[in-house]
């Protein structure tokens, strides 16, 4: 099995950033990617960047494609999300999962960040 843990998060005002960390135990060799997500009680779960295990591919979603960056530590297994020019509409929990076997199966408990305007 896989855990996941997510922190990182908080209260910043727009224009700040954040780096989210999710630290990962387990079998983490079983881990082909790893993928921020974030989700409101109002809009569907967004997955919002990607990382493969090699750290070598990437993926960002248009609404935050060159404010976010995502990176990983494999000798700390710690995949990070750093967040720059944060705007309110960033405001959410976000996510980090395992995609292992061509699914995104294993979840961490989450992060909130607000992003006051």
């Known amino acids: 099995q896989v855990q996941l843990v997510e922190s990182g998060g908080g209260l910043v005002q727009a224009g700040d950033s954040l780096r989210l960390s999710c630290a990962a135990s387990g079998r983490t060799f079983s881990i082909d990617a790893v993928g921020w997500f974030r989700q409101t009680p109002e809009k569907e779960r967004e997955l919002i960047a990607t990382i493969t295990a090699s750290g070598g591919d990437t993926y960002y979603a248009d609404s935050v494609k060159g404010r976010f960056t995502i990176s990983r530590d494999n000798a700390k297994n710690t995949v990070y999300l750093q967040m720059n020019s944060l705007k309110p509409e960033d405001t959410a929990r976000y996510y980090c999962?395992?995609?292992?076997?061509?699914?995104?199966?294993?979840w961490g408990q989450g992060t909130q960040v607000f992003v006051s305007s």
């Open positions: 999962a395992a995609q292992r076997y061509g699914a995104y199966d294993t």
